[in-house]
């Protein structure tokens, strides 16, 4: 079975990839989201090139074969386009065995937590967000949340001065002792400022710190990570298998939360997941938006022997992100606290038809 047409269709925050194999065969997957017509032009360059024509069940050989082939791209947007192949691939195996990815990987579909992931900083006032948070439990029943301190790469910089050191107590009263709380640093403090933050974070029985420093600086988020008794996590951005080994053999972090579509699918974000199950750490991945990305996150999770609590879950929708506005046809849902693993063959999601319509057509395709 042969992969003989591979087809993108995006626009600038999100594309779709479907698979077509000299069988007639068809799978569906998605490129990374974010400048996603930048992605697909990689695709189609970089990514096609090598897939036509080749295996379309060895998944992992395409995926391993690729970056090889273009070892002078080691770069992000490589990634991000190797994803649309390797989750359309999957999606394909899953119509034609007829069964989840889930089940593909081992996993059984079933309720899985999810936390409550505010996307908002400078949109939202720590009083606005302390209000929204137990809105949001009641409604669907959350039970744990994750909220933004600092500043975007902020250099020791607050959003404004006082926000965090007001968001914090502000949203712990607000939802009570019981509730899990996380939140994200987005790269903003010197390893001494992060410290500062952490142990208010503590006081204030936060157990979870992401990406407290420049991702890129490890030493500094090491050194934060030694300092502190809560959870310091991070790897979202992180898409090189050796800076991952480096990271989990060097406990950079205490959890890993590698993002599927940014790490370049789901067989490479397995090799991840399998580091640090070797290390004796647990994996809550990065998905922070209601594209795909959430759906493929919940498969891998479904099926990991080391995977965390929860799942990341935008509660964002489609007025902070309108590009996520018609993208599916059966979005998810959450209940409870907890979002069903589709059960359908493959991913068990169905774009919705009027937006692959409107969106940027490109194919590759080979005579076979």
Known sequence: MKIQR???????????VRVTTDEGRQGWGQLSPYNADITAQVFHRQVAPYALGADASDIEALVTLIPEREHKFPCSYLFRAITGLDTALWDLRGQ???????????????????????????????EEEADRLPRLR?????????????????HDEDEWPGRT?????????????????????????????AIEVGQMLQDNGII????????????????V?????????????????????????????DVVQPDVCYIGGVVRMLKV??????????VTPH????SMVTAFTLHVMGALENAGPYVEYSIEGEDYYPWERGLLRNPLVVRDGAVQIPEGPGWGMEIEPSWLDKADYKVSEVAL
């Open 287 to 290: 998905s922070a938006n209601q």
């Open 225 to 253: 990570r030694d300092a502190l008794d809560l959870d310091v996590t991070g790897g979202e951005q992180d898409c090189d298998l050796t800076i991952w080994r480096y990271m989990i053999e060097n406990r950079v972090v």
């Open 208 to 223: 979870h710190f992401e990406e407290p420093c420049p991702y890129w600086q490890h030493h500094w988020t090491r050194e």
């Open 96 to 126: 034609i065995e007829q069964k989840s990815v889930c089940a593909l990987l081992g996993g059984t579909p079933r309720p899985f937590p999810v936390y409550a992931s505010s996307m908002k900083r400078g949109e939202i006032t720590p």
């Open 6 to 16: 591979l087809e993108t269709f995006s626009n600038r925050y999100v594309g779709f």
């Open 138 to 154: 009641d409604a669907h029943g959350f039970s744990a949340f994750k909220f933004r301190v600092g500043k975007e790469c902020g």
């Open 273 to 282: 997941a399998d580091m640090a199950k070797d290390a004796g750490m647990l």
């Open 165 to 193: 050191d007001a968001i914090v107590p502000m949203v712990r009263k607000a939802l009570g002792d019981e509730a899990r709380l996380l939140v994200d640093g987005n790269s903003a403090y010197s390893p001494k400022k």
